[in-house]
């Protein structure tokens, strides 16, 4: 006689098995099966998972639509990638750095009809994510991006509120990753005086926290659930070209200096953060402040061009993502 509670374990296991294959019978869903890592073109239910290769560190996704792949990355190192399918001529998937800001492991659309968007990772609260679902082989969805339902399953689990998504129209490493597009502002920012600084975290009390260093406009942006609750003056950026993107690492330095991976550049090669900072003049108590609030997977976005007051770059890019629920 086996004991009750193991009964009941198995009973929901095979319950929930079947109610996985049932929906992806009812509704199309491309289920997918693991193959090898060096694969070198995979098939649309074939996927690449392999975490043990970096088993720690902060995860994070490049979806590059002109392939139809998804890379994973954790700690800088691949560990996974998948075929996609992204929006539709019409209803294109945009492109630009994300955090994700909700999952759900069951979920369906208050946009299209009830839709089913099995682990669902949101990107925009317009009705953007990344989910299981059908994969043509083409751009088919209304601008989620689509991955396999078993590869769905292995990637909510090795994610967060705040992992860092980027998707772009091209592919490469986290080295230097081809250009996403450029931000663009399309309204001029308020005003601060130089040396100023606000901070107002009560506008936003919890979420994946972003940060944003224009040179163009010498201010330093704190964001949090996609709400700007500081900025900053910052003298010495004068050296910057181009736009980078970088994601928080785990250790930290006796200084309180953070790590940080490159994972997208647009202009030329990353400054070194570290050293960036030891030349430029903020404010000690918005440093530290800011400081406070990153955590592994934190996005540092730093530009030479000017940011907007609603943090969106334009028809090409959004950098990131505003907390207005639909």
Not at 118 to 135: D, K, Q, S, Y
Not at 172 to 194: C, R
Not at 303 to 324: C, F, M, N, Q
Request: hydrophobic content about 40%.
């Amino acid at each position: 006689m086996y004991p009750r509670h193991l009964f009941t374990i198995t009973k929901r296991a095979i319950l929930s098995l079947f109610v996985l294959v049932s929906l992806t019978r009812a509704i199309g869903m491309t289920s997918g099966h693991q193959v090898g890592p060096f694969t070198p073109h995979l098939k649309q239910d074939e996927y690449v998972w392999r975490p043990e290769v970096s088993p720690a560190g902060p995860v994070v996704i490049l979806v590059s639509l002109d392939k139809q792949k998804l890379y994973v990355y954790r700690n800088g190192v691949k560990i996974g990638r998948c075929p996609i399918s992204s929006g539709k001529p019409g209803h294109r998937t945009p492109t630009g750095v994300f955090t994700i800001l909700q999952k759900n492991v069951v979920h369906h659309s208050s946009v299209y009809h009830g839709a089913s968007m099995p682990f669902m990772e949101r990107l925009t609260w317009g009705g953007v994510a990344i989910h299981a679902g059908n994969l043509p082989g083409y751009p088919e969805s209304h601008g989620c991006v689509h991955v396999p339902l078993d590869f769905a399953k292995q990637l909510y689990a090795i994610t967060s509120n705040g992992t860092t998504v980027i998707v772009t129209e091209h592919i490469s490493g986290t080295a230097s990753t081809a250009a996403p597009g450029l931000l663009f502002a399309i309204a001029p920012s308020e005003a601060i005086p130089p040396g100023g600084t606000i901070w107002q975290p009560e506008k936003a009390i919890a979420g994946p926290v972003s940060i944003v260093v224009s040179s163009a406009d010498g201010v330093a942006y704190v964001y949090r659930n996609g709400i700007e609750i500081g900025r900053a003056s910052v003298e010495g950026l004068q050296g910057v070209k181009g736009s980078y993107v970088y994601s928080a690492l785990a250790d930290v330095d006796s200084q309180g200096r953070r790590s940080w991976l490159s994972i997208a550049s647009v202009g030329g090669n990353p400054p070194n953060i570290k050293a960036l900072i030891k030349q430029v003049n903020l404010d000690q108590q918005f440093l530290a402040n800011a400081r406070a609030l990153i955590t592994p997977g934190t996005s540092l976005i730093l530009t030479d061009k000017p940011v907007s007051i609603t943090t969106h770059g334009g028809p090409r890019l959004s950098i990131l993502t505003t907390a207005e629920a639909p």
